[in-house]
């Protein structure tokens, strides 16, 4: 093959990687007159080839393509010779866009005159999609964090409802039955004083459950005010007062404590008086409740058993869940917030709480790391 020929190839390969190319190619007068396009940008658009050669490259942008382009493409190429990766859309003759991502350059003589400007079109219809899906997904993640804020400010209403405008009135009742208390009263009028303390205890005891299934639940969970505490004061106190208002029941104790823990002395002595109160309501009448408490090097662990009857498979798998109560057992009134909270208060020590029931006992272990 001659030099000549080898020229006449090159020429023919050129033509058909123009006319046949994945992508549309246009080239275009400096005006933008179009004076060549590739069957690609035809078949895209709707239009022979040819007939293409009538129009300007404008005449194939959207309006707001056609403003785009005079307004920043032209004075770009006209100022650096060339753009690239613009985001376009072509109008066929039908009417339908295409989105397309467009190259331009220009071509210059020796002078430094544009002899045309040459365009190539990639067709960009997946990447709109994604796009539009990356907008879309910005959007709802957007309105899903001012979602997630309203929720968060209406969290902290809820608790401030139940720390204030609950408890407040309660204290104000809690005040003036002590102050009739200190009254001469007859026989009936000190029970119903001593009936309503009583309801008033109990509604307190339940505003602090629900605050704090609020607080481990809804919230940023349950706080703790840690120090190095010595546990079998704060354990022996909680469990004295539950043999105080049950003395007809046996409360058994065999504690080894004597390394201070770093810990909340207040929430540690609540989850051991609700472990123990429930020890005492569901455990058989004439059973001991037994609490056996050990300290060493690696940490604390303490469990509370009692006898009776078994809490059935079903129900221990859900045991400390919020509101599960045990439909099987006479239960004492309240929400069943009560092992639920002993879980988050074990959990916000770093520790767990776990349980198992057998015909022999029921037993609520707590471990908590040193």
């Known amino acids: 093959m001659n030099s000549q020929q080898a020229d006449d190839s090159l020429i023919d ?48 942008l959207s309006i707001g393509g056609k403003i785009f382009f005079e307004t920043h493409l032209r004075p770009l190429l006209h100022m650096q010779g060339m753009f690239d990766e613009v985001a376009l859309e072509l109008i066929g003759s039908h009417g339908k866009r295409l989105p397309v991502i467009a190259n331009a350059m220009e071509r210059k003589d020796e002078q430094g005159s544009v002899m045309f400007v040459r365009f190539t079109f990639f067709r960009a219809v997946d990447r709109r999609k994604y796009e539009q899906n990356l907008r879309e997904e910005r959007a709802q993640a957007v309105k899903g964090l001012r979602s997630e804020q309203e929720v968060s400010a209406l969290r902290e209403q809820f608790i401030a409802v139940l720390g204030h405008d609950l408890r407040n009135p309660l204290a104000s009742i809690d005040a003036g039955i002590r102050l009739l208390a200190k009254r001469p009263l007859d026989r009936r009028a000190v029970a119903i004083v001593d009936l309503v303390r009583s309801s008033t205890i109990r509604m307190a005891a339940l505003i602090d459950d629900i605050l704090d299934f609020a607080r481990g639940r809804l919230g940023g969970g349950i706080s703790l005010d840690l120090h190095p505490v010595l546990l079998e004061p704060v354990l022996l106190h909680a469990i004295e007062e539950l043999r105080i208002s049950n003395p007809d029941r046996q409360i058994k104790t065999q504690l080894d404590l004597p390394l201070p823990a770093l810990c909340d002395p207040g929430r540690l002595s609540q989850l051991v008086s609700n472990l123990v109160a429930n020890a005492l309501t569901h455990g058989a009448h004439d059973g001991p409740v037994s609490i056996t408490a050990t300290q060493n090097a690696s940490g604390f662990e303490l469990t509370v058993a009692n006898t009776g009857l078994p809490i059935p498979p079903s129900v221990l798998q859900n045991l400390f869940q919020p509101f599960k109560r045990e439909a099987e057992r006479a239960s004492h009134q309240g929400l069943g917030l009560g092992l639920y909270i002993c879980a988050q208060i074990a959990q916000a020590h770093g520790g767990t709480l776990s349980a198992s029931s057998d015909h022999a006992s029921t037993r609520f272990t707590l471990k908590l790391p040193a």
């Open 13 to 60: 390969d050129f033509e058909d990687f123009f006319d046949r190319s994945l992508n549309g190619y246009v080239i275009a007068s400096p005006t933008g007159v179009i004076l060549r396009a590739n069957a690609r940008v035809g078949a895209w658009l709707g239009y022979n080839p040819e007939d293409l050669t009538k129009m300007n490259v404008t005449d194939l």
